[in-house]
């Protein structure tokens, strides 16, 4: 596994690196905007990240786990939200807004 200390817990979880002194997550530009990637645990992040780790440009990403304060935070920085974006091009994907995905956050998983 890629992941150091690897955990299934419930919660949300970003793919992160250092940007120089920047943090930065794994997005993608679409029409309606820029879209960050959320997923529901570190083992849905890793998936993902085995299936792209070669079109996924730079080094160092992990996992990062935040608390709904932070990841508040992180997603009022983007457009839109995609939980658990397949790895599979082509699929239908549904995107959320910031304000859905924020509001969500106080419901159980």
Known sequence: MVFDLLQ???GYVLLGRM?????GYLSYGAEEGEVLCVFR???KAEE???????RIPGIGW???????????EVVQKFDLVSVDPSPV???TEYLLTVEEFVSSLREPL
């Open 48 to 54: 993902f990240y085995e299936f792209w780790k070669e």
């Open 89 to 91: 091009p082509g699929t």
């Open 62 to 72: 992990h996992a990062i786990r935040l608390d709904i304060e932070g990841l508040s």
């Open 19 to 23: 940007e120089g002194e920047v943090p």
């Open 41 to 43: 645990g570190d083992v």
């Open 8 to 10: 299934d817990k419930d």
